[in-house]
């Protein structure tokens, strides 16, 4: 079921190809604006525009003289809030999709009572939603959305408004069921990119500036989304004997081994990072926030996750002037 896209939005500024293949999850990243809902929207045909082609196993959906309803595309929609019939039970609404794709009203029951099991719901089949946690309404949403047998399943933040356990365990069980199943994903959480996709494109303003392995991408950043989005300070520069330059001039001290004078980058974790007295990188304070038992510490260009006890020993706060070191060792770097 190989979807090919080529989103062409004037209106919202976006120009962009995405090709996922039979089977395979692509999980769609970017900040605000970048165009990730417009492509879910031209997807499912909530967005009909003349200038782009969606392909969807061999058939046009949009295109040239071509347009196929929303409600006639074998295309399913899960979004952070479980959207559910409230009058129908947790069975029921299950068995809706079924029925809705022409199947009996016994085969749907049947259908409906083997996802509530899988998905381990059978206690809940005859609530109505109002009856259910977040948790529980999200897992309906997703039996009933495997229950259809989608050719392509759309996945739009499907775990931003579950708590941090309730998340994991869906996460979990997500990642069991998209196994062989055409998919894209829309996150801003890593852990959705990594657990639950194969490929990962990242999108700003209305174009791809990166796209490949979710894995190779998340730890070979290329561009500042990216090294954020994964958790990564990411900085530029030219490689000489085996430091980094940086554009002003200062060095990190880095592992790997490049021609003299080659353009790199250099990708290191915050909790890497840490203050100094003397050397390092000279950095000015702009923000202090908590980042669980520590203090995420942002300068100009990178961040470093710090004690209090450290923040208080080098009198850390907005405006005041800081060094930063980075063990040779914690810095990866490759080429630009």
Excluded: C
């Excluded at 782009?52 to 074998?74: F, N």
């Excluded at 200062?250 to 490049?258: C, E, K, T, V």
Aim: no cysteine; hydrophobic share 45%; glycine share 8%.
């Amino acid at each position: 079921m190989t979807l090919h896209l080529h989103a062409d939005v004037p209106s919202r500024g976006v120009d962009l190809r995405l090709q996922v293949p039979d089977g395979g999850t692509l999980a769609l990243v970017g900040p605000n604006g970048a165009g990730k809902s417009t492509v879910l929207s031209l997807v499912a045909g909530t967005l009909r525009d003349g200038h782009s082609r969606v392909e969807l196993a061999g058939q046009l959906l949009t295109g040239p003289g071509a347009w196929v309803p929303p409600h006639a595309r074998r295309v399913t929609t899960l979004s952070q809030d479980p959207v559910l019939f409230p009058h129908l039970t947790a069975r029921a609404n299950i068995a809706f999709a079924l029925r809705a794709r022409g199947v009996s009203r016994a085969r749907a029951r049947g259908e409906a009572a083997r996802w509530l099991d899988e998905l381990e719901l059978s206690a809940l089949a005859d609530r109505r939603p109002r009856q259910l946690s977040g948790g529980q309404a999200q897992r309906v949403a997703i039996a009933r959305a495997l229950a259809a047998a989608p050719q392509l399943l759309l996945l739009d933040e499907p775990m931003a408004a579950l708590d941090i356990d309730v998340a994991a365990a869906l996460r979990e069980q997500l990642r069991h069921y998209l196994a062989g199943r055409t998919a894209v994903i829309v996150t801003h959480d890593v852990l959705d990119a990594l657990t639950l996709a194969d490929s990962l494109a990242v999108l700003e303003g209305g174009r791809i500036v990166e796209q490949g392995a979710a894995a190779e991408l998340l730890t070979r950043p290329r561009s500042a989304f990216t090294a954020r989005f994964a958790g990564l300070n990411l900085l530029t520069g030219r490689w000489d004997a085996g430091a980094v330059v940086l554009e002003d001039g200062s060095r990190l001290p880095a592992a790997g081994a490049h021609p003299a004078d080659a353009s790199v980058h250099a990708a290191f974790r915050p909790a890497a990072v840490r203050p100094v007295a003397d050397g390092g990188l000279r950095r000015t304070v702009r923000s202090l926030l908590p980042h669980g038992d520590l203090v995420r510490v942002r300068t100009e260009d990178l961040a470093a996750d710090l004690s209090g006890q450290q923040v208080a020993a080098h009198a850390l706060r907005p405006g005041a002037p800081v060094r930063l070191a980075v063990p040779r060792e914690d810095v990866a770097t490759y080429r630009a």
